[in-house]
């Protein structure tokens, strides 16, 4: 498929999903690391701290996920729509090379989200329900657990502001 054989409005359209998953995605990312968590560890206390983010947190990783899909499905349509596009794995241009990077961080973001809704979280959500029924939790734990949790956002991050620098370093190689 090339750039021709797209109809302008379904193209657009793509662009325009495919944009608004990354805003939402990203953005949630972004206020969630640069302020929802630090004006909650101001004013919280620990077991405030980690039901808040239990929730943002599941909220959030709806939000995630879907994005991801609607990013995989309209990305692959823009992919195969570009004209530097040349076949699956063919890395002849540097505008393939640059997709190519762009799918490998992509794949580090989604280790890094799994790892968090499979991993971390629902660590951090039975901390919360044994505080929340008055059993003791270590605080030893939690510290961790909150580390753990504010370093994987800031991965997250990272790969994203990667992610959109191999965006507009391919964007340049297409020719538009």
Not at 111 to 117: C, I, K, N, S
């Amino acid at each position: 498929m090339n750039a021709q054989a797209a109809p302008p409005l379904v193209l657009s359209v793509a662009y325009w999903l495919h944009m608004l998953a990354t805003v939402l995605w990203l953005g949630g990312l972004a206020a969630l690391a640069f302020v929802v968590l630090p004006a909650a560890r101001r004013t919280l206390d620990g077991a405030g701290y980690i039901a808040l983010l239990a929730q943002l947190q599941r909220r959030l990783q709806q939000i995630g996920w879907f994005s991801l899909a609607v990013l995989g499905v309209t990305g692959m349509f823009q992919m195969s729509s570009n004209p530097s596009y040349q076949g699956f794995l063919a890395v002849n241009n540097p505008w393939a090379a640059a997709i190519l990077a762009k799918h490998l961080v992509v794949g580090l973001m989604i280790l890094a989200a799994a790892y968090m809704t499979w991993g971390v979280l629902p660590a951090l959500q039975r901390l919360a329900i044994l505080q929340a029924a008055g059993k003791p939790a270590s605080a030893e734990q939690a510290s961790r657990l909150r580390r753990q949790e504010q370093w994987m956002l800031g991965i997250n991050l990272t790969l994203s502001v990667i992610v959109l620098l191999l965006t507009a370093v391919a964007r340049a190689f297409s020719g538009g």
